[in-house]
């Protein structure tokens, strides 16, 4: 029989350990929500820029309310689960998992909330600029790229199994494309 639980933690044992010490500020960086701010600030500043205040303004309340939701929702799981971030559990810590500044977050880490937050964002932002016709590809690109270094910070500092952010990946994905498209109705019903 298969063990998920046991793959699971030899992957995200395999990932964390092809980090180096000069890549650590850059992990760290990037798990660092309070730069998000800005970026979010910037990028909504942009949809607003290109799509006009009326269609701007509401895309970029609905990536708001994306991020609060999957963050709301993924602390709701993960206290219903209860499964250690791999930084606390003991097999893990036994097997050699690189903690580059020591334990992170609260004990508990399914799902992640961090690749739940960016690829909400990125999904919702990207069918967002859609509204005018295709969006704009480099910046799509850029913002799949930002969501997956994020997620891939989270298993390098210890904070999540490659499970969590997987599932957090789809949920994130899943809640994004779910409020652009609520997002997109509200517009057609509002002309």
Same mark, same amino acid.
């Given at each position: 029989m298969i063990d998920i639980v046991q793959i699971d933690q030899q992957a995200t044992l395999w990932i964390n350990q092809l980090d180096a010490p000069p890549i650590? +500020? #850059? &992990? #760290?960086? $990037?798990?660092?929500? =309070?730069? &998000?701010? +800005?970026?979010?600030?910037?990028?909504? !500043?942009?949809?607003?820029?290109?799509?006009g205040w009326?269609? !701007?303004? %509401?895309?970029? $309340?609905s990536l708001i309310l994306c991020v609060v939701l999957t963050d709301q929702l993924s602390g709701v799981v993960k206290a219903g689960f209860t499964r250690l971030r791999p930084c606390y559990n003991i097999w893990m810590l036994d097997n050699g998992v690189i903690m580059p500044y020591g334990q992170t977050g609260h004990?508990?880490?399914?799902?992640?909330?961090?690749a739940a937050n960016v690829f909400g964002f990125a999904a919702?932002?990207? %069918? /967002? %600029?859609?509204?005018? /016709? =295709?969006?704009?590809?480099?910046f799509v690109w850029g913002v799949f790229i930002w969501a997956a270094l994020v997620s891939l910070s989270r298993i390098m500092m210890a904070a999540h199994f490659l499970g969590d952010v997987l599932v957090g990946i789809v949920f994130g994905l899943l809640m994004?494309?779910?409020?652009?498209? %609520?997002?997109? $109705?509200l517009l057609k019903a509002w002309r």
């Open positions: 650590y +500020p #850059l &992990w #760290l960086a $990037l798990s660092d929500n =309070k730069i &998000w701010f +800005p970026a979010y600030a910037i990028v909504m !500043g942009f949809i607003i820029w290109k799509l009326k269609k !701007g303004i %509401l895309v970029s $309340l004990l508990y880490g399914f799902f992640s909330s961090h919702a932002t990207s %069918l /967002g %600029l859609s509204l005018n /016709g =295709k969006p704009v590809k480099a994004g494309t779910i409020v652009a498209h %609520l997002t997109h $109705l």
